[in-house]
Structures are given as C-alpha cells and as structure tokens.
C-alpha cells in the first residue's frame, strides 16, 4: 500500500472517532435535558379529579396530593362502616383519575327477639339480607317484603315460620250394643262384650311464628287400632200387677225417668201408657200428686215427651204397678 492510501486511511479513522464522540455527548445532553424538562412539566402540571359520593359529582382541580387517600383526607372525605371506593386508598392519583365512592345504608333488623344493625350498599331489603350474616329461611316473613327498595334507617321485622308435620294419637269411641231378652227382667242389663276405644293417628301440617303456632290444617287420618263395641243385653220383661186409669200431666223437669204419685210408695215403678196411641214408658215413683181430682199421675217432661207431646198438656193413660 502506497504512502498516500495509508494517509487517507489514518485521517479517515481519526475523523470516525470525532463523530462518535460527538455523537455520545450529544446523546448525553438531549437525555438529561428531556428529564429535566419532563420533571418540570410534571411539577407544573395541575391535576384534574372527579369524585362521585353516592349520587353526587363533584370536580376538583390543582390537586398535588399522590394517592386516593391523600387526596379524600384532603378534603374530609371520610369513608364510614359499610362504604366502598375505587381505586383503592392506596392507588397512585394521577390527573383524570375518577374516585367512586359507594355510600351504605344503615338498616335495623329485628330477628329472633333482638335487633341487629346492617350497612348495606344492596339495592332490595332481600338483597340486604342474602349479604349479611343473619340466616333467613325461605319461608320466614319479612316486612317490608324482600323486594322492597333499601333505605337508610329503614327498620326490618323477620318473623320466623317454622313448618312441620305434627302426629298426634287420640281415642277412637267405642260403640255400645244392646241385644233385647224377654226373658230376662227389665231392670238387668248384662254387658256380655267388654267396649275397649281405639287409636287414630292424625297428621297435621303446623305453622308456628317466632314459635307461636298460627295454623293447624289436617293432611291425613290413620286407623292404628280398630274400637271394639260393647254388647249388652236388656232384659225386657215386666211383671205387672194392679193396673189403673187416669189423667196424666207433666210438673217438672228434671231430665230423669221418675213421676208422683198420690198413694203408691216411693221408689215402685209404674208403666204407663199412652191410651190414645199405644205409647208406654216405666218411671219411677218419687214424689207426691198431683192432687187433683181424675188425675192419677204427674210424669218428668222427659217421660211425659216419651208418650205424647207436651203440648197436650193432660192425656189419659193407664198405669200398670210393676211388681218385679
């Protein structure tokens, strides 16, 4: 290589060098100049926030505060029991940034004999419920109904419904039986099949509020034990002695089988028979009269009813002494 191309060869080297030193302070400069610049931008920026608090809007600018939090205890924007925010307190705050913040409504609850204190953001009374940790069962009663719209201070009643079958065992009435013997004398009755009551099963469907039963409705009856009847057998023979005819009228109401009679002793037993339709019945003699003349007996209404009606008044009967 001839003197000259080494010559061009060396200039060309040393004029490289100059370049990239040039170029690498001025890569120097423009950097820290642009930093400088954007910290001074940055400073001299005025940040721009939105807050929306529950259904109001408000805008503020020349905010220096950096995080949500600052920026709220700023301006005595307390969050309570309840509320929410977003972004976080934490989040850095930059200008645009739009602060949510979700007010809770305090609503009473009166469950159970107490009364509970809910902060809620939920829209419905029911929504309110599913969110807190009280446990409502379907089929409890809320008042206002779940779908009622939430607001502050609003009181709530939970009344608790309890539904449940209920079985419960009751006697079964037995039935009584009587067979007729004329042989037999009428004041016998012989009980030749002892009556024992059954058992019935009934299923109800019980609705109880707060514990308080409200409703009872039967769903089904089961027989667990058949009733056995009593069988009797009433003697219906009558010996008669004397017989006797008269008037006959009734005195007094006593709900039993006994009449008065002028002359037969207390405590016989008469038939006495209606002559105008055939009807008899047997009382007992327990007290004196009637006193009046053609009249031989006074029946109880309850005997008198049995032979004629008591409207009648007076009938004619024919009164058998019975000796047996």
Do not use: C
């Amino acid at each position: 290589m001839s003197r000259e191309a080494r010559g061009r060869r060396k200039r060309g080297r040393r004029i490289i060098s100059v370049l990239a030193i040039v170029l690498f302070f001025g890569f120097v400069y423009f950097n820290y100049f642009r930093k400088e610049k954007s910290e001074e931008w940055n400073r001299n920026l005025e940040k721009i926030v939105t807050v929306s608090d529950g259904r109001l809007d408000f805008s503020f600018a020349e905010v220096s505060e950096k995080t949500v939090g600052e920026f709220l205890d700023a301006r005595k924007l307390s969050l309570r029991e309840g509320d929410s925010i977003f972004p976080s307190e934490e989040a850095p705050l930059f200008s645009g940034t739009h602060i949510i913040i979700g007010r809770a409504h305090l609503m009473k609850v009166a469950v159970d004999g107490g009364e509970q204190i809910l902060h809620t953001q939920a829209m419905t009374v029911g929504q309110a419920l599913e969110e807190s940790a009280l446990v409502i069962d379907e089929d409890d009663i809320v008042k206002p109904s779940r779908d009622t719209f939430a607001e502050s201070d609003m009181r709530v009643v939970i009344i608790r419904v309890q539904i449940e079958e209920v079985s419960v065992e009751k006697p079964i009435a037995f039935e009584k039986k009587t067979n007729e013997d004329d042989k037999l004398s009428w004041r016998k009755n012989i009980v030749t099949q002892k009556g024992e009551d059954g058992i019935q099963k009934l299923i109800y469907k019980v609705s109880r509020y707060d514990g308080k039963e409200v409703n009872r409705k039967l769903l089904d009856t089961e027989v667990i034990k058949e009733p056995t009847p009593q069988i009797s057998t009433q003697g219906t023979y009558v010996k008669l002695g004397k017989s006797h005819t008269g008037g006959a009228s009734w005195y007094a109401y006593t709900g039993t089988m006994s009449a008065a009679n002028p002359w037969l002793p207390l405590g016989s037993f008469v038939k006495v028979t209606n002559t105008e339709n055939g009807k008899s019945v047997i009382v007992k003699i327990n007290d004196r009269g009637p006193f009046v003349k053609s009249r031989i007996i006074d029946l109880d209404k309850v005997a008198f009813a049995k032979i004629a009606s008591v409207g009648a008044g007076v009938i004619n009967v024919k009164m058998e002494e019975i000796t047996n």
